[in-house]
């Protein structure tokens, strides 16, 4: 039965259709748009874009220059660092899980457990066993005996506070040496009797000059990539 009502011109009728493969269509663009508005999330949750930005903000932080870079460009490269990053993953998804989806070898259901095994694959590696084991306990889960038996409730948020416990690390590790030119400089105004003069101030430039001889971008960078 075609439905008479009518959304900016469009017969809903002609939309939906009478038949199982319109609605099958139908489906796919409900599930298309779901996904779309859950993009943020399973990039910022679910992939290695957290650790990338928190450290590339800890070497903004350490530099002490206020808003340089910017922060549409810290996400920006976070961005591409984790399409490149991602991109063996995402290529294994599109193989096993949507090229199959869409030539009709699979149905949803095998699509989505196909897309999710690479996925956690690749959030357990990075996930630590407390953390995970945390999550399981609290949701009384029996103890998983292959990764595609743990479920994503209990690894995404796991996966999460592994990232950031790593990405603190290196954080923590990038933060020092500036850290130790400030109190340098902050000792060397208070024996020269410049107790007004913020020591930021003059440590600035000297920690800009450390990070552009050792190449700061380029290690900070190849670390994370290393990291993975």
């Known amino acids: 039965m075609i439905i008479s009502a009518i959304i900016p011109g469009v017969p809903i009728g002609e939309v939906f259709g ?6 099958s269509t139908a489906l796919r663009l409900v599930i298309l748009i779901t996904v ?35 922060n549409q460009v810290l ?25 199959p989806f869409l030539e009709g070898e699979m149905d949803q259901e095998e699509a989505f457990e196909a897309a999710a095994s690479p996925m ?11 953390d995970l084991a945390l ?20 690894l995404v948020p796991a996966f999460a506070i592994s990232e950031l416990q790593t990405a603190f690390q290196i954080g923590f ?3 020092v040496p500036f850290l130790v030119i400030d109190m340098i400089v902050a000792s060397v105004l208070m024996s020269m009797g410049m107790m007004m003069l913020p020591p930021v101030m ?3 430039p000297f920690k800009v000059l450390l990070f552009v001889l050792v190449d700061g971008w380029h290690l900070v960078v190849e670390s994370l990539l290393i990291s993975f």
Request: net charge negative; glycine share 4%.
């Open 120 to 130: 956690k694959e690749f959030m357990a590696d990075h996930t630590r066993e407390k």
């Open 36 to 70: 779309l508005s859950l993009a943020p999330g399973i990039l910022i949750l679910m992939t290695c874009f957290t650790r990338i930005v928190v450290v590339l903000a800890f070497v903004r932080m350490g530099l002490a220059t206020q808003q340089m870079p910017p």
């Open 173 to 175: 590790l990038i933060f």
């Open 75 to 99: 996400i920006g490269l976070a961005l591409f660092l984790t399409f490149f990053i991602m991109s063996p993953v995402v290529s294994e998804m599109n193989e096993e899980a949507l090229t």
């Open 18 to 23: 009478d038949g199982p493969e319109a609605l």
């Open 135 to 154: 999550f399981l306990n609290y949701a009384e889960a029996e103890a998983p005996e292959t990764i595609d038996d743990i479920p994503l409730s209990a």
């Open 202 to 204: 003059i440590s600035l």
